[in-house]
């Protein structure tokens, strides 16, 4: 049985190659003479004009798929990447030795040095132009990492971007370049789509530009392990390695998502291609924008989906809506009373048929907003008023702030506290996970995810005290972490 897994649609292609390969197939021209002359008999014998048939429904109902090409192709952009990446423990053999030499063995287990090495690292994806004076967007995915970004047009007029922002927890991110008077797309409601919809790509899949590829509507609001915010567009239309941060349009030629993800088990395009929705890309595009940083409402719960077994337990008449596992302390929904085994059916009137929309829907709202919860409790329902809260992560990085770190530039890491529900799940005495990491800090290989416990040898339970003991620091700090079920220290360069 194959391991199905969601893969990224964006490729390194720092040492990568294609050859490809050109089938013709010949048709068949020539008719045997056996039955050359019964076929000549049954033509000549045709003396009445057939009538025109009809028109197929099919061709009425096909789509002008080149128009919209040729309406938004110029505002499809190739995205190209260039940066470095620090490898951790190179094995370093002795001229002339190289990986497979009987010797190599000998050298790597006596006195062979480990150490440190840069590799050069390459992408590329695709994007579009949403103003005229050069806003583009693309996936976060697309430029992460990247130290120069470098946007080709249409036209193959090429400039240097800046990255105005990224969001990773939508994978969208926005870059600007110095021009104007630049051809855009025009932006539609992915609301108002149906499954079954036709829809069309462009984008750069292994690097060949301005590619269209179409396709329908699979299904809507699908949530993914790795998308917890977004209610992904669902198609069948062909992403490949490449497309990735390119426009999804509809058959009004409006762009109606960015293209993001596939479900491969090879990595290559099987079926299954996941479009982030136009309206929450835009959303975060205005919120990067305007202040530098995506704000999202938070309700301090975490959920499970009701199965059948739940249902009868609980006595819904269906298995739908999202079942409080637990409810955080001093959060917004402890403050309105909300319980653990309590089963949110719906939000504002807007039904809760899965658990996995809950999270976008109260992600999309704005911090202080009250919410009307329709709430199944000891068999009945009822209605609980919620105030919704600020969901403070560090999933951000902006032009505005290049460290990407909340705790001190010089370390380069962006950290968040751990909820009293993690720290019990993790079994640490830490208070503090890493969400994303830059510069020394990850030059040194510190990872996302991993728990920081000490600096120095000094005891750090918040942002406030990390960031005191790395300026206290010297040219070299040592941080102790917590990876999995292991600690280390990693000492730190920094500078």
Known sequence: MHSFKLKLAVVSLASASALIGAYAVSDISSISSANAAPLAAQTQAVTTPLAPAAATPYAIGMPDLASIVERNGAAVVN???????????????????????PFGEFFRHFGVPRGQGERPVRGQGSGFIVTADGTVLTNAHVIEGAEEVTVKLNDRREFR???IGMD????????????????TVRVGNPA????????????APFGFENSATAGIISAKGRNLPDGSYVPFIQTDVAVNPGNSGGPLFNMAGEVIGINSQIYSSSGGYQGLSFAIPIDVAMNVERQLVTSGKVQRGRLGVTIQTIDQSLADSFGLAKPSGALINAVEKGGPAAAAGLEAGDVILAINGREVSHSGELPAIVASMAAGETARLDVWRNGGKRSIDVRIGSFEEAKVATANDKRKDVAGGRLGVAVRPLSPQEQRAAETEGSL???????????AGIRPGDIILSVNGQRVRDAEQLKSQIAKS??????????????????VELG
């Open 474 to 491: 010297g040219k070299r700090t040592a941080i102790l972490v917590e990876r999995g079920d292991s600690r280390l220290f990693v000492p």
């Open 161 to 163: 971007a800046k990255v």
């Open 192 to 203: 108002a789509t149906r499954v079954g919809e036709w829809v069309l790509a462009i984008g």
């Open 168 to 183: 990773k927890a939508t994978d969208v991110a926005v870059l600007k370049i110095d021009a104007r008077g630049l051809p």
């Open 79 to 101: 995205i190209s990447i260039a940066g470095t990446r620090k490898t951790a423990n190179t094995e370093r053999l002795p001229p002339g030795l190289g990986q497979g030499d």
């Open 433 to 443: 996970v890493v969400q994303d990491v830059a510069g020394p800090a990850a030059r």
